[in-house]
Nanobody, 126 residues
Framework: QVQLVESGGGSVQAGGSLRLSCAASGPADMTQCMGWFRQAPGKEHEGVATIDSEGTTRYAEFVKGRFTIFRDNAKNTLYLQMSSLKPEESAEYFC????????????????????WGQGTQVTVSS
């Protein structure tokens, strides 16, 4: 089983930037596909971005051009660089990982990953 620990959340003004990190520990084959999803109070999970074992990245339309997902395999860490943040993007952001690379092909489905982190709160003020 893989453990995922997110960090980097916080409060930022609209238009600002944040970088989230997700440290993974456990079997490497459990983190072939990794990604981020978010959940705001009263709303459903919303896939944000994924990156597979070959480094292919995919993004939800609403973050394209503003967010960048990348991974450092040597450090077993996943990142999400977020810029031009909007107040409506305030949410708990979760890191997810799965052994199935195919899970990364549909960003909206990343919340179906086998492993999740505990989440990190992002608050964007107007």
């Amino acid at each position: 089983q893989v453990q995922l620990v997110e960090s980097g959340g916080g409060s930022v003004q609209a238009g600002g930037s944040l970088r989230l990190s997700c440290a993974a520990s456990g079997p490497a084959d459990m983190t072939q596909c990794m990604g981020w999803f978010r959940q705001a109070p009263g709303k459903e999970h919303e896939g944000v971005a994924t990156i597979d074992s070959e480094g292919t990245t995919r993004y939800a339309e609403f973050v394209k051009g503003r967010f960048t997902i990348f991974r450092d395999n040597a450090k077993n860490t996943l990142y999400l660089q977020m810029s031009s943040l909007k107040p409506e993007e305030s949410a708990e952001y979760f890191c997810a990982a799965d052994r199935r690379d195919v899970l990364c092909t549909v960003v909206a489905g990343i919340a179906g990953a086998f492993s999740w982190g505990q989440g990190t709160q992002v608050t964007v003020s107007s």
